[in-house]
């Protein structure tokens, strides 16, 4: 009886949460769906994550993989190279508070536009940089944002970050998910080792922190 009875409660508490779950995902779900959304391939999509989410306006930046053939690829297979997938980010913004155009020049602050081959010390297609548009309006932007880069920027070689139009992307699973915070120590010693700050700050100097809120999309497509 006693045994029943446990079967009976665990069942009641497993629906219990399971329902909590399934609710709080839809919400969480409608909630996302009142902002704008930008993707990028920067590396290592724990420092990209953190990139993006610093910035005002932007509500949520989410790791995962995209650019690949493989439906619904797990990190083994990204991080050995066994899909044509690169870690990257969906921002979700407030386009009233920062426009794609800040999202790029917070970007180009983020990683090497030069490196085709990974970033850093993160080697490989599946690190590769890369702009995927969601519109023809962020496809515009891209494309304006890297030639103002390349005319403009403190970079001697060519821009070599494609733009690509979004296909599928995946969300990463939950251990990646706002990995610097969760593990702040682990991240501390990855960013220390990989090179990546150490790049931004020898190539960007002062120029590195802005008021990214500034940029203008109108401005890019004069």
Same mark, same amino acid.
């Given at each position: 009886?006693?045994?029943?009875?446990?079967?009976?409660?665990?069942?009641?508490? +497993?629906?219990?949460?399971?329902?909590?779950?399934?609710?709080?995902?839809?919400?969480?779900?409608?909630?996302?769906?009142?902002?704008?959304?930008?993707?990028?391939?920067?590396?290592?999509?724990?420092?990209?994550?953190?990139?993006?989410?610093?910035?005002?306006?932007?509500?949520?930046? /989410?790791?995962?993989?995209?650019?690949?053939? =493989?439906?619904?690829?797990?990190? #083994?297979?990204?991080?050995?190279?066994? =899909?044509?997938?690169? %870690?990257?980010?969906?921002?979700?913004?407030?386009? %009233?508070? /920062?426009?794609?155009?800040?999202?790029?020049?917070?970007?180009?602050?983020?990683?090497?536009?030069?490196?085709?081959?990974?970033?850093?010390?993160?080697?490989?297609?599946?690190?590769?940089?890369?702009?995927?548009?969601?519109? #023809?309006?962020?496809?515009?932007?891209?494309?304006?944002?890297?030639?103002? +880069?390349?005319? =403009?920027?403190?970079?001697? %070689?060519?821009? /070599?970050?494609?733009?690509?139009? +979004?296909? #599928?992307?995946?969300?990463? %699973?939950?251990?990646?998910?706002?990995?610097?915070?969760?593990?702040?120590?682990?991240?501390?010693?990855?960013?220390?080792?990989?090179?990546?700050?150490?790049?931004?700050?020898?190539?960007?100097?002062?120029?590195?922190?802005?008021?990214?809120?500034?940029?203008?999309?109108?401005?890019?497509?004069?």
């Amino acid at each position: 009886m006693k045994n029943n009875l446990y079967m009976v409660l665990s069942g009641l508490l +497993l629906m219990l949460i399971s329902g909590c779950s399934s609710g709080s995902d839809a919400e969480s779900e409608r909630d996302l769906e009142a902002f704008a959304v930008a993707t990028f391939a920067g590396g290592c999509f724990w420092c990209v994550e953190e990139g993006f989410e610093k910035l005002p306006g932007v509500h949520e930046a /989410i790791s995962g993989y995209t650019g690949g053939q =493989t439906p619904d690829p797990t990190y #083994e297979q990204v991080a050995g190279g066994r =899909t044509s997938h690169t %870690e990257a980010v969906q921002v979700y913004y407030d386009p %009233e508070v /920062i426009e794609y155009a800040g999202l790029l020049e917070a970007f180009w602050r983020m990683m090497d536009p030069n490196d085709a081959g990974g970033q850093f010390v993160d080697r490989g297609r599946q690190y590769r940089p890369e702009i995927f548009y969601h519109n #023809e309006q962020q496809r515009q932007l891209a494309k304006a944002s890297i030639a103002r +880069l390349a005319e =403009t920027g403190p970079f001697d %070689e060519a821009i /070599i970050v494609p733009v690509t139009a +979004l296909d #599928e992307f995946y969300q990463a %699973e939950d251990y990646h998910q706002n990995y610097y915070r969760e593990n702040p120590i682990r991240y501390r010693f990855y960013t220390r080792n990989s090179g990546r700050y150490q790049f931004v700050e020898e190539v960007w100097g002062d120029e590195q922190q802005q008021d990214f809120t500034r940029f203008r999309d109108a401005d890019l497509l004069e």
